[in-house]
């Protein structure tokens, strides 16, 4: 026999010389293991840097809750063809707001963009027939999520457009920061659908003012945001401000309005994102001297995004009474000539030209007026 490891062999005409037979073996083999594992190796760096510019995986931290996280925003950004099934998540406020603002650049082309209504809310929302009417027709291009006290249990119909769309909840305060949480919070978990181009807060006592197409071209037409952002030499409006916010927030950077907002993708992901301004608002703008929700979306977006605001509100509120708090209509009041005459009485500015269609929501609406603007609707609302 050959010896394998013999370096001199004879061998007869047409004979395979067995060392190169072996050499061939010995040469191809670590190659294509080489092949196998620099391909292996580029697929998991691919999988990696993919990952990680969805935002949810941050370098250097591999601890286990982070791991669920990771998966838990992965899995929502994942299936950005269609609306995460669930809204329940574990997430905490850091580690959702860090995944829903890691969303903005994975936008389908193919996408029906949506109008996100985010109720901010207590307990039950007692006009929800009247917006059931005015959403039917339209699910492709609305989505409704619900922020109210943590313990509130609604009972809406599984057929109801309400029914499943309440977010994880906090207790949220009027006038403190707690409350500007509730809005981010409602903000980011509308961000998770990559469908939702537009975001509405409204509140429990809110009602629509025109039909779905009318609302929703308004919106989506707009080159602006609409935000109400006012600066006025008042104890109510600079007397609020806190020199301790300087230089990151000076004087004449401070603003007001309500919070009652439309706000488009980009500028919901810089409110969602925002950890400049907002620990300053949280330490400076404290309940009894200042109010965080009417200050710090207004000052902070004027700040960032100036160009983007229309500095008003969709939202017709009526302030004229006096007091803390905005007038309450009821059956007696809403009448067809008030919605005429009062509400689209007023003009201002839409992309550059003056218009009388200045307000598309209303507040605030007495549960007890409901079975009235129902049987109104389409000559009050036109739906
Ligand atoms: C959320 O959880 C992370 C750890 O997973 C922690 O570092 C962070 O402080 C938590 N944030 C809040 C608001 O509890
Ligand atoms: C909505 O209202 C507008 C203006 O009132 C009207 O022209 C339009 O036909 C209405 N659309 C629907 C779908 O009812
Ligand atoms: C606030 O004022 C200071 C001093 O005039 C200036 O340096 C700073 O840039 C200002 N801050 C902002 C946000 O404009
Ligand atoms: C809104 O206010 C900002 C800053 O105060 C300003 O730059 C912007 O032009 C205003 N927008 C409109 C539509 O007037
Ligand atoms: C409104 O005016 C601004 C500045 O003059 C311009 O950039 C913008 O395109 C105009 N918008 C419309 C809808 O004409």
Not at 68 to 83: D, G, K
Not at 85 to 91: A, G, I, K, P, R
Not at 98 to 116: D, E, F
Request: aromatic share 14%.
């Amino acid at each position: 026999m050959q010896s394998r490891v013999g370096s001199v062999s004879i061998l007869e005409e047409g004979q395979i010389p067995p060392r190169i037979i072996i050499h061939q073996r010995n040469n191809h083999l670590p190659l294509r293991l080489l092949l196998l594992f620099l391909l292996l190796g580029v697929g998991l760096v691919f999988l990696y840097v993919s990952m990680y510019t969805y935002g949810c995986i941050r370098i250097h931290d591999f601890s286990s809750s982070r791991i669920q996280t990771h998966q838990a925003c992965v899995q929502r950004l994942a299936s950005w063809t269609r609306p995460p099934l669930t809204l329940v998540h574990e997430m905490n406020d850091t580690e959702l707001f860090s995944c829903a603002s890691s969303s903005l650049n994975k936008l389908p082309s193919n996408r029906t963009p949506k109008i996100a209504f985010m109720f901010l809310t207590r307990g039950p929302l007692p006009l929800s027939p009247l917006w059931d009417k005015f959403f039917q027709g339209n699910d492709r291009l609305y989505s409704i999520y619900i922020h109210s006290s943590p313990t509130y249990d609604p009972d809406f119909d599984p057929s109801s457009p309400f029914y499943g769309r309440q977010i994880p909840s906090q207790v949220a305060e009027w006038g403190r920061m707690s409350m500007c949480d509730a809005e981010r919070r409602l903000l980011a978990n509308a961000l998770l659908d990559v469908s939702n181009e537009w975001f509405v807060l409204v509140s429990e006592a809110c009602i629509p003012l025109k039909n779905f197409s009318t609302i929703y071209t308004h919106i989506s037409q707009s080159q602006l945001s609409f935000l109400g952002a006012f600066d006025e030499d008042s104890p109510n409006a600079r007397g609020r401000y806190n020199w301790g916010m300087e230089p990151e927030v000076n004087l004449s950077d401070w603003r007001k309005g309500s919070q009652w907002f439309e706000l488009s993708r980009k500028l919901a992901v810089e409110v969602v994102r925002d950890a400049f301004y907002y620990p300053k608002f949280k330490y400076f703008c404290r309940a009894d001297s200042c109010y965080s929700d009417e200050h710090y979306l207004p000052t902070m977006l004027t700040l960032l995004s100036p160009r983007l605001l229309a500095n008003r509100t969709l939202t017709w509120v009526d302030w004229s009474r006096g007091g803390p708090h905005p007038a309450l209509y009821d059956v007696g009041e809403l009448t067809e000539n008030f919605f005429k005459d009062v509400v689209d009485g007023e003009s201002c500015m839409y992309n550059n030209h003056t218009t009388n269609l200045c307000f598309m929501f209303l507040r605030k609406i007495a549960p007890s007026a409901l079975d009235h603007l129902l049987s109104h609707s389409l000559e009050f609302f036109g739906f």
